[in-house]
């Protein structure tokens, strides 16, 4: 079968991209990362991609006036690489009708919380804050709300008493890097089936 081809946005330090990449590499999943986009100039996410030989491009969101028009190149660019599926890893801005409407149910996000608790930004440190036991991560397509779409895959992982806001959002990290790959896995099996909010994954066929 061929292989799914992801694009990546990503506006930050890219350890998710890079998760991905390594999956892909040897053959964990069967997709490639065939383009990375970023809305940060400097985002290492960026290096990350060119240090493999994957095209990598900033595409300046204060050069457009509006959203959409800032969309329409990222969905031009994703399309002219062929992708199948949107990943957004670490990507800061909220998604709009454009990518929607090009992409429908083929965007993912990884949040670091568990949702529907602690959406939007810093996941990990709401959660520490409010004194949880259990945090962990989510991976979900993404909708119309922030952080609100179905959810394909979680992860838990503990709060303990020593804990600060960066040794958990470290410990949720690993268990990121460990799902979003397994959902784009399950992505490209054709085995996530979308029933309303809920995700389903199909056992693997004969
Ligand atoms: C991760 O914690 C992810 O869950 C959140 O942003 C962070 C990105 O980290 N959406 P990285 O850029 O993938 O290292």
Not at 45 to 66: G, H, S, T, Y
Not at 83 to 92: F, R
Not at 130 to 151: L, M
Request: proline share 5%.
């Amino acid at each position: 079968m061929d292989k799914l081809r992801l694009g990546v946005l990503a506006s930050g330090r890219g350890s998710n991209l890079q998760a991905i990449m390594d999956a892909a590499d040897n053959g964990k999943i069967n997709a490639e990362v065939v383009i990375v986009i970023s809305d940060q100039e400097k985002a290492y996410a960026l290096e990350r991609a060119r240090q493999r030989d994957i095209p990598a491009e900033f595409v300046n969101p204060k050069a457009f006036k509006a959203r959409d028009e800032y969309e329409e190149v990222i969905v031009e660019l994703l399309n002219r690489y062929g992708v199948g599926l949107v990943c957004l890893a670490g990507y800061m801005r909220i998604i709009g009708k454009t990518m929607l409407t090009a992409f429908p149910n083929k965007i993912m996000n990884i949040h670091p919380a568990l949702l529907p608790a602690f959406p939007g930004l810093h996941g990990q440190e709401q959660a520490w804050r409010h004194g949880v036991k259990f945090s962990g991560c989510t991976v979900h397509f993404v909708d119309e709300g922030v952080d609100t779409g179905p959810i394909i895959i979680q992860a838990v992982a503990p709060v303990l008493d020593d804990d600060t806001a960066d040794t958990l959002a470290a410990r949720i990290l690993e268990q990121e890097h460990i799902i979003y790959p397994e959902a784009i896995r399950r992505y490209a099996e054709g085995r996530l089936k979308i029933e309303g909010r809920k995700v389903i994954t199909l056992p693997i066929g004969p």
